[in-house]
């Protein structure tokens, strides 16, 4: 996955969905990477582009990520984000 200087919560939105990613909490587990190649591409920068799949398999393929590093919220009002620390 990349490195990233900031720990900060970083966004990408795209019509129906926004994916936050929070480089911190990220174990390099790459249940993204191996679920959604399209959406998830450590090469590409920005790396995540929430446009490249359907809002479902977004949500599905996030919910694997077992570090909480990224979360959504779906204009249908779904949520994820980490739990407190
Ligand atoms: S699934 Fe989560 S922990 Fe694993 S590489 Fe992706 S963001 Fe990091």
Do not use: N
């Amino acid at each position: 996955m990349p490195h990233e200087k900031s720990d900060a919560i970083r966004e990408y939105s795209a019509p129906g969905v926004t994916i936050t990613w929070e480089p911190g909490r990220c174990r390099h587990a790459q249940e993204c990477v191996h679920g959604l190649p399209a959406v998830f591409d450590r090469d590409r920068r920005p790396w995540i582009d929430p446009s490249a799949a359907s809002v479902d398999d977004i949500v599905d393929v996030i919910d694997r990520c077992p570090s909480y590093a990224l979360g959504y919220r779906t204009g249908d009002g779904r949520t994820r984000t980490a739990p407190p620390a």
